[in-house]
């Protein structure tokens, strides 16, 4: 290249680079446009705002962050044709607001998300929906029609079903903590019995706190009763049966969900899961100390078990019983089967991850299972990169190995042998190891999603509303 193509080449560079430093930047607070002077009518605004709301009830029932929840809404009222709306949500009330400047005045809905059962076949299909709405191949009215039919729509296959994908998660988890099959067989047959209860107890509307107290007061008797009957002995370690029932118990919890929203800025929404999480542990705390005490009674006493120790004997037996456990939570979780071999791999990802971790180096259960769940957020970001949908299927599933099943069980007996010192400590264990898979999970979903624009979609309201 001659001297003067050189110079002029790096002339039109530093010129460009010039007039980029000289333009004003992007405004930092992303203001609402302005509309007029024709705004979409009374009936379609409430017709999108109705949707919307819908769609975000739908995902705050699994413990969506409400930061993911808001943006979907914004994105869907956006392609819906309109653009500037605002969305609050404070645990479970929903409220949205469509402005339409000085020509007309705002539209505001608001709703109270119930929490009921987890169907992730259920989330699929509506960010299914949403995802062809944004992308102008869905109108409102079909998209209406759509959301309608997946909230009222049966689970894809029998309640049954979900009672033993329960109840093969405990099993699993047996076996990851170092269980025998005898054991695993118990934690099966207890774990779908727990489920079924609460499921009768669901029915009648007994409040989620005693449900868990049931649940953990019934985990407990029954494997009291199994020692006592010499059905287990006491070699097999019969407390893994109770912190196989535990994790059970804990996989319901929206801890991931917690900790997004409140490194996300929703300190109010936080701080009302955190009491919902709270409140919950509490009943497994008093079910599994009452169901001790009444064992004491008679003379039965129950040691906690002793933390699997890392080896590299154990370590495929265990990840193949971690990666099982997370494809039959989701099974549990009515998602669709063909989710299950991602489940199956990400979970086992996550305890290879951890138990590599412990094997190999001095870190402690805390930080590596903040590790272990950072695996599972880069699978959760990269997951979006196909399809620009988050899935929850892999983020609820792919923890279940990392829970602290074992960790809360020990806690809760040492309460209740009166060992109160160490049995806060080991408690405060528990809840540092789960508070390090949330902000994991959130960090590896942070680093792996792909990046989105921050522009809003253009309205697209004479193309969706046409009939």
Do not use: K
Request: with cysteine.
């Amino acid at each position: 290249m001659r001297p003067g193509a050189i110079v002029r080449w790096a002339r039109g560079n530093v010129a460009s680079e010039a007039q980029v430093l000289l333009r004003g930047g992007e405004p930092t607070v992303e203001l609402l446009r302005h509309l007029g002077p024709d705004v979409p009518t009374d009936a379609q605004v409430l017709e999108v705002l109705d949707l919307c709301i819908q769609v975000g009830e739908v995902l705050l029932s699994t413990g969506e962050p409400v930061g993911e929840t808001a943006a979907t809404m914004t994105r869907l009222a956006a392609a819906c044709g309109l653009p500037t709306v605002d969305v609050d949500v404070t645990f479970n009330a929903i409220t949205m607001c469509f402005h339409r400047g000085n020509v007309a005045a705002p539209v505001t809905t608001m709703r109270l998300a119930g929490y009921g059962t987890t169907d992730l076949t259920r989330i699929d299909l509506i960010t299914g929906i949403v995802d062809q709405v944004t992308r102008s191949r869905m109108t409102v009215p079909a998209a209406v029609a759509a959301v309608s039919e997946a909230v009222n729509a049966r689970h894809p296959y029998p309640r049954w079903v979900a009672t033993v994908g329960m109840a093969g998660l405990a099993a699993a988890v047996a076996v990851l903590l170092g269980g025998s099959a005898l054991i695993a067989a118990t934690a099966f047959v207890v774990t779908a019995l727990i489920d079924r209860l609460g499921f009768v107890l669901q029915r009648r509307d007994v409040a989620p706190f005693f449900r868990q107290v049931a649940g953990a007061l019934l985990t407990t008797v029954a494997t009291l009763g199994l020692l006592a009957s010499g059905a287990l002995p006491a070699d097999t370690q019969p407390s893994l049966v109770i912190a196989a029932g535990l994790t059970a118990l804990l996989s319901g919890l929206t801890v991931v969900g917690t900790v997004q929203d409140a490194i996300s800025g929703y300190y109010v929404t936080a701080a009302g899961r955190a009491a919902e999480i709270t409140l919950l542990s509490a009943g497994l705390l008093a079910g599994v100390i009452l169901g001790l005490q009444l064992g004491l009674v008679f003379d039965l006493d129950l040691d906690p078990a002793e933390p699997l120790r890392a080896d590299m004997a154990g370590f495929v037996v265990s990840t193949v019983a971690a990666a099982a456990s997370a494809a039959l939570f989701a099974l549990a979780g009515y998602a669709p089967l063909r989710s299950l071999p991602a489940a199956f791999v990400v979970g086992g990802a996550a305890w290879a991850a951890y138990a590599a971790l412990t094997l190999f180096t001095d870190v402690g259960s805390v930080a590596a299972s903040g590790v272990a769940a950072t695996v599972v957020g880069l699978a959760t970001g990269l997951s979006r990169r196909g399809s620009g949908r988050r899935t929850p299927v892999i983020v609820l599933s792919g923890i279940i190995p990392l829970l602290p099943g074992l960790t809360a069980y020990r806690g809760f007996y040492e309460l209740a042998v009166h060992d109160v010192v160490n049995g806060l400590v080991t408690l405060v264990l528990a809840l540092t190891i789960g508070l390090a898979v949330a902000a994991g999970v959130a960090l590896g979903d942070l680093v792996a999603r792909p990046a989105v624009s921050r522009r809003r979609a253009r309205p697209r309201t004479r193309d969706l509303h046409r009939r």
